[in-house]
C-alpha cells in the first residue's frame, strides 16, 4: 500500500508570495494532519480533519494558513502571503478513526521564504 | 489546556550505555502516550504507545512506563546502539477540540562509538 505523499519535497518562495503544499494520505484514512516542524517549537498542529470536516485548527496559525480536504483522498496547505519565519517542514499525517492509533507521516515539505 | 515537556534538547552518548528520555505531560483527561522517532532525512514513525492496562509498551529494545502519579512517560533502553540516533518525540492524545496528538519539543540523540 502507498504511505502518504506529499509534494513537493522542496519549496522555495519569495517574501509575499502564495504557495500549496500537497498532500495524499493513505488510502482509507479517515484523519488527515497537517504539522510544521521546526527544531526550536517541534511540531505544531496546523490542522485536523475527520472524513473531510475540520476539526481543529492551529490557534497560532489561522491567518496566513488555510487547509483543506478537496476529497477524502487529497490535501492542500495554502499559506498565504508566506514571511521567512514560515521556513520550516511541513509534514502531512494521516490516521484510521478510533482510538490510540498510529499515525502515518509523509516525508514532508521544506520551504524556505526568502 | 494539554501539553508535553521534554526537557532535553540533546542527548549525547556512547554506544552500549544505558539511555533515557525524559517526557512529561499535562493532560485533562485519561492520557493516552506515544514515542515518535525520526532518522535523518526519514518520516516520523510511531516507536511505542502507552496502553490501557498497565502492560510496559516495548519495540526495539526501548521501552517506558505511564506514570499518573508523576504525569510523565520516559523512554529508555538498556544499551544504545549506532542506530538509536535519531529525534525522538513524545506525543500526547489531546481532548480538546478534536483528537490530534500534542507533540513535545524533541529530543535528538546522537549516539558515538
Known amino acids: 500500500d502507498a504511505g502518504v505523499t506529499q509534494t513537493p519535497r522542496h519549496e522555495v518562495a519569495e517574501k509575499g508570495q502564495t504557495i500549496i503544499l500537497k498532500c495524499e494520505p493513505v488510502s482509507g484514512h479517515n484523519d488527515l494532519f497537517w504539522y510544521r516542524q521546526t527544531k526550536i517549537q517541534g511540531l505544531e498542529l496546523l490542522s485536523y480533519?475527520?472524513?473531510?470536516?475540520?476539526?481543529?485548527d492551529g490557534g497560532a496559525f489561522k491567518d496566513r494558513f488555510k487547509a483543506e480536504m478537496l476529497n477524502s483522498s487529497f490535501s492542500t496547505l495554502k499559506i498565504q502571503p508566506t514571511e521567512p519565519k514560515d521556513s520550516a517542514v511541513y509534514l502531512c499525517?494521516?490516521?484510521?478513526?478510533?482510538?490510540?492509533?498510529?499515525?502515518?507521516f509523509g516525508s514532508g515539505t521544506r520551504l524556505t521564504v526568502l | 489546556g494539554d501539553s508535553v515537556t521534554q526537557t532535553e534538547g540533546l542527548v549525547t552518548l556512547t554506544e552500549g550505555l544505558p539511555v533515557m528520555l525524559n517526557c512529561t505531560y499535562q493532560?485533562?483527561?485519561?492520557?493516552?502516550l506515544f514515542w515518535y522517532v525520526q532518522h535523518l532525512n526519514e518520516a516520523p514513525k510511531l516507536l511505542l504507545k502507552?496502553?490501557?492496562?498497565?502492560k510496559r509498551p516495548e519495540h526495539q529494545g526501548f521501552h517506558a512506563t505511564l506514570h499518573k502519579s508523576s504525569s510523565s512517560f520516559h523512554l529508555q533502553k538498556s544499551s544504545a546502539q549506532l542506530s538509536d540516533s535519531a529525534l525522538y518525540y513524545c506525543?500526547?492524545?489531546?481532548?480538546?477540540?478534536?483528537?490530534?496528538?500534542?507533540f513535545g519539543t524533541g529530543t535528538t540523540v546522537s549516539v558515538s562509538p
Open positions: 480533519f475527520r472524513s473531510k470536516s475540520l476539526m481543529e
Open positions: 493532560s485533562t483527561y485519561s492520557p493516552f
Open positions: 506525543a500526547l492524545r489531546g481532548y480538546q477540540g478534536g483528537r490530534a496528538l500534542i
Open positions: 502507552s496502553f490501557t492496562d498497565n
Open positions: 499525517a494521516s490516521k484510521t478513526g478510533g482510538g490510540a492509533e498510529t499515525l502515518y
